[in-house]
């Protein structure tokens, strides 16, 4: 076997010649793909074809690579040298393993085993061994562009706005913006997550030229100044906080802080740092100020009233407020008659000389404070 394999490397010159010499030699069609799923070369005999027209037939290709992550094969992959399986997507059994140099996956053997074989585990890894003479050259760190580390440099200080908006010309990033930048990050566990942000980071490329696109502590962190990468980032286990539009780059710091603090609140698949602009102030000031002693003096006249009679104008208060003073859907959101609501709203105006148009600016920032205070135990309504 040695003897065959050293011919496969000396009589083969590119990839796809290793493929279909390799191919004939197994017995069995294979494909190779890169990081991000994407077929770099196939059998042609016994031939792969089919098994890739009925992938192309799909929306996108990153839904196969979804495919997999939502059956738990990368982390499996992470664990075992080789796997078979039956490909989710495909629904044919596979003989599955990671092409890797140094440690790091750089590729993926996906065998077809849909015919009678006596092709052994011990074959396939020792092809997929010889495949990363074909592939070393073709994948650089993820971080070696001159962009890339453009915005290493950015992030980490060493060099300043003004220089990287002179380099960014240079490396074809928009000099004047705007810009938005994204922070990203999977639910997988340590190896699932390298294997797929590698994955995404070249898919994201390949949709947008204009985005800076790097991998920094375990996140993989982009800056946008064109194209949107929104619909490339459909994947069940990747969240993304995203900041918001900022115009030099001098404001790098504060929007990838405002990417994590969007990307830490997240629910969902997105989250924009708009969607929790109230929320990080209220975290801000829980932090920074004594809400008690900012408090606007009607809503300190209100909660000692609520203390001392247990009512509830405080807290209606609030909630008519946050539903566009409609008295229909405070009464809906606190699950009370309509009238109750109508008659704290009068008993507000009425004991405290409250005007609730004129001073609803002020007693929502106090609602804010007290929000915001709440790890201090001293939140009232």
Partial sequence: MENELLNLIIRNETLQEFTDAAGRMIGLPFWIMDESFRILSLTHSPSAQEYENRLLNR??????????IDAGINEQLGRQKILHRIDPVLKTEVILTDIRKEGRVIGRMTVFADREHDCTDEMIMKLAEICVIYLRNDFASENAGLKEQMLISLLDHTISPEECTNASAFAGVSPKGPYRLAVMKSDLDASGNAFFLQSLI??????????????RDHQCIALE?????????????????????????SGIDNALLQGNYALEKSTG???????????????????????????????????????????EYCRTLKAYYEQGCSKERTARALDVHLNTVKYRISQIEKLFSADLKADREAIEISFLLLAGNQRKDVQKC
């Fill in 202 to 215: 070249r898919i994201l490329r390949s949709a947008s030229a204009d985005a800076v696109i790097i991998l």
């Fill in 59 to 68: 929306r996108r290709y990153y839904e196969y690579a979804q495919a997999w």
């Fill in 225 to 249: 100044s064109g194209t949107s990468l929104v619909p490339y980032l459909d994947y069940h286990s990747l969240k993304a906080g995203y900041s918001l539009e900022f115009s030099h780059l």
């Fill in 269 to 311: 698949r997105i989250t924009y740092f708009s969607d929790v602009y109230r929320e990080y102030f209220t975290d801000f000031l829980s932090v920074h100020l004594d809400a008690e002693a900012f408090l606007y003096t009607k809503v300190r006249q209100i909660i000692a009233y609520d203390d001392m009679y247990h009512t």
